[in-house]
């Protein structure tokens, strides 16, 4: 068996940890995004109270959350200390984030040094402030590995490389010696994914390449995955619940990760009507052996999640859940 490697030092240009910050060899779960209309009444109380916000209340749950809108435009810097503000209430808590798409996806006339200061005016605030776990590289599965391919990430990695960063890949072809080699010279990570298996797809793995860990379960939606039908929603792609026995393998794989990597990030992203939620805290009582803090609105939704509440269920609540039966009889 081979010996543990020791753990690997900050990537290059990261301040300095404050003494109050968490310590390597961390372990963060939480979902992908937090803005999501079906999660009210599922996540989210259906009446909220005065100055509710939603990275704030997730944050009572969970250690680290991905903010998904820095994939379709760049974050803005007041957003970004707004939302460190929001999850003070967690010490623990870590903000990772998905690149600007006009660095992964488009490709005509290419990313401009405007578009570059765009993004970091966000990535900067929250780095400067020690919350951005990491910066996530999302490519789509079109995104073969080739000659040209590997010289624009090498390129973007390098134009990057003051920040944690993880490059997420979909297609087979990255499985090989030449991204390994790659993302180790730049100190990035590799996201491991858990997707629909479908051609050439990458299969789940169990690589720690860098100082920061990343898996993303996307869920297992093989019908809707590659699904152009304008009939079918958005949000089916990500409407799947993973059973206990789908998760356990990716519970080795978690703690195989986290054993080489100095900081490890699982982040959930079969989001409709919360799914992402309860799979995150399925794994966080699962790896840490113990009952968590449950929504209230998401137990009554999923009765599996009694097994793992730390407290019983809440008194009925005056106002019903949006959709459940009552509300529907009195709204007739």
Request: a positive charge; hydrophobic letters at 35%.
């Amino acid at each position: 068996m081979p010996q543990r490697k020791p753990k690997s030092p900050l990537p290059a240009g990261a301040p300095d940890l404050p003494p109050n910050a968490p310590r390597p060899g961390t372990l963060y779960v939480g979902p992908a995004g937090w803005s999501y209309p079906d999660w009210s009444g599922y996540v989210y109380p259906t009446r909220r109270p005065k100055g509710f916000h939603e990275a704030t209340y997730l944050a009572e749950f969970f250690d680290t959350i991905e903010i998904n809108t820095s994939f379709y435009q760049p974050l803005r810097s007041d957003h970004a200390a707004q939302w460190i503000d929001r999850v003070l209430i967690n010490p623990r808590f870590l903000f990772t984030a998905k690149l600007w798409q006009r660095f992964t996806h488009d490709s005509i006339p290419g990313p401009t040094l405007a578009d570059e200061r765009a993004v970091r005016a966000g990535f900067d605030v929250l780095h400067a402030a020690h919350k951005l776990g990491a910066i996530l590289l999302q490519f789509p599965f079109s995104f073969h590995q080739t000659k040209e391919t590997l010289s624009y990430l090498s390129a973007l990695l390098k134009r990057f490389a003051d920040y944690p960063l993880v490059v997420e890949v979909r297609h087979a072809s990255w499985d090989s010696p030449e991204t390994k080699s790659l993302l180790r010279e730049y100190n990035a990570g590799f996201c491991n994914i858990d997707q629909p298996i479908i051609g050439r797809s990458l299969t789940p793995s169990a690589q720690a390449i860098s100082s920061v860990g990343y898996i993303r379960l996307h869920g297992r939606r093989y019908d809707t995955w590659f699904s152009d039908d304008p009939a079918i929603p958005a949000h089916e792609r990500y409407n799947y619940l993973y059973t206990l026995e789908e998760l356990a393998p990716w519970i080795t794989r978690v703690r195989s990760i986290a054993e080489h990597s100095r900081n490890t990030f699982v982040v959930t992203n079969n989001h409709f009507q919360g799914k992402s939620v309860v799979n995150a805290l399925q794994l966080i009582s699962i790896l840490k052996g113990k009952k968590v803090k449950v929504p209230e609105p998401l137990r009554r939704h999923y009765p599996e999640l009694e097994d793992l509440a730390d407290t019983p269920p809440a008194e009925p609540t005056l106002f019903p859940l949006a959709g459940s039966k009552k509300e529907k009889h009195e709204k007739i």
